[in-house]
């Protein structure tokens, strides 16, 4: 095992929050996504960058931001994203996990506000947070579809879980009873894991945007019909071994009418598969000014 700590202070106390980032061949959006962490009003946590078989340089662009909470670890295999986020879970030492990805950013108050609702709530096991989605070019293009309490959040599971991965905080104890699935299906690991745990838990999403969403403008249409299909795959082995048979072919309807929407845009300009909600425009400008504090704050170091 390689491995790269960037300024770790021995016998330090453990943190309140482990944050947990797997990177693969991150690019130029990893620093900002770093920055963004560096940014938070809460400042307890330490955060764990698990080097999945990268082969470009984003973490040599990072190599500067010398903080005692950044650790960077790699072993040089490409393992996969449910295997390094159940190597964060084992690694983490804080009392909560929060994900991040690698090409995302946090707004200052996110952790904080996060917390907050934890401790309001000893019942809560995940807090996510609302988002905006923002392009290639960190341009706002709309809001992720939003659902508050657990109630409305795993209403439909047939239809999965307006849930969003990236911005997950919670108690590690959650994550370390329900973990990962290995291997991870493809990219639906999230929803997988909500599919094994939804009944025994209780999620909630803040009604506040702090969180950008990076969503890019280029449809894999291969990468989009294997993610629905793990996403079928996984709902069947978990409504069929649960005796709730009505929940399958919901799912299989479900399917099928995505598939056709999928087909419709990729062929006849029918409805997109992904419809973001209108951005106001003091989420627009409270995006832009997060934007430009990073940008600022980039340049002088």
């Given at each position: 095992?390689v491995?790269?700590?960037?300024?770790?202070?021995?016998?330090?106390?453990?943190?309140?929050?482990?944050?947990?980032?797997?990177?693969?061949n991150?690019?130029?959006?990893?620093?900002?996504?770093v920055?963004?962490?560096?940014?938070?009003?809460?400042?307890?946590?330490?955060?764990l960058?698990?080097?999945d078989?990268?082969?470009?340089?984003?973490?040599?662009?990072?190599?500067?931001?010398?903080?005692?909470?950044?650790?960077?670890?790699?072993?040089?295999?490409?393992?996969?994203?449910?295997?390094?986020?159940?190597?964060?879970?084992?690694?983490?030492?804080?009392?909560?996990?929060?994900?991040?990805?690698?090409?995302?950013?946090?707004?200052?108050?996110?952790?904080?506000?996060?917390?907050?609702?934890?401790?309001?709530?000893?019942?809560?096991?995940?807090?996510?947070?609302?988002?905006?989605?923002?392009?290639?070019?960190?341009?706002?293009?709309?809001?992720?579809?939003?659902?508050?309490?657990?109630?409305?959040i795993?209403?439909?599971?047939?239809?999965?879980?307006?849930?969003?991965?990236?911005?997950?905080?919670?108690?590690?104890?959650?994550?370390?009873?329900y973990?990962?699935?290995?291997?991870?299906?493809?990219?639906?690991?999230?929803?997988?894991?909500?599919?094994?745990?939804?009944?025994?838990?209780?999620?909630?999403?803040?009604?506040?945007?702090?969180?950008a969403?990076?969503?890019?403008?280029?449809?894999?249409?291969?990468?989009?019909?294997?993610?629905?299909?793990?996403?079928?795959?996984?709902?069947?082995?978990?409504?069929?071994?649960?005796?709730?048979?009505?929940?399958?072919?919901?799912?299989?309807?479900?399917?099928?009418?995505?598939?056709?929407?999928?087909?419709?845009?990729r062929?006849?300009?029918?409805?997109?598969?992904?419809?973001?909600?209108?951005?106001?425009?003091?989420?627009?400008?409270?995006?832009?000014?997060?934007?430009?504090?990073?940008?600022?704050?980039?340049?002088?170091?």
């Amino acid at each position: 095992m390689v491995e790269l700590v960037l300024s770790q202070n021995k016998g330090e106390l453990p943190p309140l929050v482990t944050v947990a980032m797997p990177v693969y061949n991150a690019g130029k959006d990893l620093r900002l996504a770093v920055r963004s962490l560096l940014r938070q009003t809460f400042t307890n946590w330490e955060l764990l960058i698990i080097d999945d078989g990268s082969t470009d340089n984003a973490l040599a662009d990072i190599a500067e931001l010398s903080d005692s909470r950044i650790k960077i670890r790699r072993d040089g295999d490409n393992k996969g994203l449910a295997a390094r986020l159940n190597e964060a879970i084992d690694l983490a030492r804080g009392k909560y996990l929060a994900r991040m990805d690698q090409d995302d950013v946090a707004y200052p108050e996110r952790f904080a506000r996060q917390l907050a609702a934890l401790s309001k709530d000893s019942d809560l096991d995940v807090v996510a947070v609302r988002a905006i989605t923002i392009d290639e070019n960190n341009v706002a293009t709309g809001l992720f579809p939003f659902a508050p309490s657990h109630a409305q959040i795993c209403a439909r599971p047939w239809q999965g879980f307006y849930f969003p991965h990236p911005t997950w905080l919670g108690k590690i104890e959650w994550f370390r009873r329900y973990r990962y699935t290995l291997p991870g299906p493809y990219f639906s690991e999230d929803q997988e894991l909500l599919l094994r745990s939804y009944r025994d838990s209780k999620f909630a999403t803040l009604d506040e945007i702090l969180f950008a969403y990076r969503v890019r403008g280029k449809v894999d249409q291969l990468k989009l019909a294997k993610t629905r299909r793990a996403v079928l795959d996984a709902q069947l082995r978990h409504f069929s071994k649960s005796n709730m048979y009505h929940y399958v072919l919901l799912a299989i309807v479900s399917f099928a009418v995505r598939k056709s929407s999928d087909f419709l845009t990729r062929f006849g300009g029918g409805v997109c598969r992904y419809r973001p909600g209108i951005v106001e425009d003091s989420m627009v400008f409270k995006w832009d000014q997060i934007l430009a504090g990073l940008a600022t704050e980039s340049k002088v170091l």
